[in-house]
């Protein structure tokens, strides 16, 4: 089941932000979308969740339209983590979590014991299950964003949207929690979609890399084809070199940064 966005176009208030863009994800795959501020990454995933809906061109999730669905068909099997999200009533994490379930209730139901057992497992998926009776507005904010995605796995783990997921995350816990995404592909043939600011994640989790810049695709395609020097300088607009930790590691750096003397003098 391929998610396909083509030609599509986007205004705010007659601003164009986004401009022709096209590319597609299949299942079990983790892509990431990557620009600076101001890119347009966050409104393509708006769009991609049916929340925006675009002036131009279509999207589709195996072969339906998701501009001619309802917000509650799109909602049973794409789920998105926002970037912030405000204090709430003083829920348990548990019971933020199996609001997930909600797109599957009948009008006016609340979730049984079985919803709850499936919320228990999304927090067991992601090493969290110690959140569970926990005030949602009293934990720390890389604790809310992982209760934002168990609770956007249990709406659906076919298509996760994660708006720049590792924001308010550790150094820890960043590379965790992606490396659980990443699995997720793997073991579940999830497909995850991811804005990013730094290129050395993707670099490292992603299998698919879309550049947006100025709200459109400069660069998109396998992350190994993708992820150049050259690329990465000109999204960013700063010379950039890739260079080998070892045969398998290689990060990204501002080309001045890693081309510096490393036994040179100490600043005065």
């Known amino acids: 089941m391929t998610l396909l966005c083509r030609s599509v176009s986007f205004s705010y208030n007659g601003r164009l932000v986004l401009e022709d863009i096209s590319f597609e994800v299949e299942k079990g795959t983790f892509c990431a979308i990557l620009g600076r501020n101001g890119s347009g990454k966050t409104t393509l995933l708006h769009c991609l969740n049916g929340i925006l809906k675009p002036d131009r061109g279509c999207i589709s999730l ?19 983590v926002p970037q912030e999200h405000t204090d709430i009533f003083p829920f348990s994490v548990i019971d933020f979590v199996v609001m997930g379930r909600t797109p599957f209730l009948k009008m006016m139901a609340s979730p049984g014991p ?3 057992r499936m919320a228990l497992d999304a927090l067991h998926t992601l090493n969290a299950g110690f959140l569970a009776e926990r005030n949602y507005n009293q934990i720390s904010g890389g604790e809310r964003q992982i209760a934002l995605l168990a609770r956007a796995l249990l709406q659906s783990s076919a298509t996760v949207l994660l708006d720049e997921p590792t924001n308010h995350l550790d150094f820890n816990h960043r590379y965790r929690m992606l490396d659980r995404m990443k699995r997720l592909c793997k073991d579940r043939n999830a497909r995850i979609i991811a804005t990013m600011h730094d290129p050395n994640l993707a ?3 992603s299998d698919q890399v879309v550049m947006l810049k100025n709200g459109r695709v400069v660069a998109q395609g396998k992350t190994e084809e993708v992820m150049t020097s050259f690329n990465v300088s000109e999204l960013y607009d700063s010379k950039t070199q890739k260079i080998g930790l070892s045969d398998s590691v290689k990060i990204f750096l501002p080309a001045d940064i890693a081309s510096q003397d490393q036994d040179r003098e100490p600043l005065p």
């Open 114 to 116: 079985e919803d709850y």
């Open 203 to 205: 670099l490292l989790f």
């Open 62 to 80: 195996g072969g339906m339209d998701l501009g001619s669905v309802s917000q509650a068909q799109i909602a049973r099997q794409v789920s998105m």
